[in-house]
């Protein structure tokens, strides 16, 4: 190969062109891939753990305790004020759920009836009508027997 790139202008400019490649490589800060300090140990700290955990844990209890760790660990790396936007967050989502759900527990329906149902009219109550109509009816046909 060292015979042939004396007498090749593009094999020469290809080496060239590699070499110079090489050279900013090498020199390169890589900034992304280089981890943070302690890095390396908190990986393989994490891994220990796991594997130590795996042979205990089985079952949906494991899992549990594995998920509620798991959690555990994200919430002390989570920024305090991340921490506070999401409980905020949490909290407003549980007086919406329960405002929601108050006015059915506040005040239970009571059962459908008809007025035909037993024949008697009952002396203080008070009879609730739903009257549905289409909408071609005239005002002489809806009043028609309501006296």
């Known amino acids: 190969m060292t015979a042939h790139l004396p007498g090749c202008p593009a094999c020469r400019e290809e080496v060239a062109r590699c070499q110079t490649l090489a050279a900013a490589v090498q020199s390169a800060v890589d900034a992304a891939g280089a981890p943070g300090p302690g890095g390396l140990e908190r990986v393989l700290a994490s891994i220990e753990l796991l594997e130590a955990n795996g042979a205990r844990r089985t079952g949906w209890r494991g899992r549990w305790r594995a998920g509620v760790e798991w959690l555990g660990d994200l919430f002390q790396r989570t920024p305090g004020p991340v921490r506070w936007g ?52 005239t005002e002489r046909e809806s009043s028609r027997g309501f006296t």
């Open 86 to 137: 999401l409980a905020a967050q949490a909290a407003l989502l549980v007086l919406v759920v329960g405002l929601t759900a108050w006015p059915g527990v506040r005040s239970p329906r009571t059962a459908y009836r008809t007025l035909a149902d037993d024949g008697e009219q009952r002396v203080g109550q008070e009879a609730l009508i739903h009257v549905v109509s289409t909408e071609d009816i």
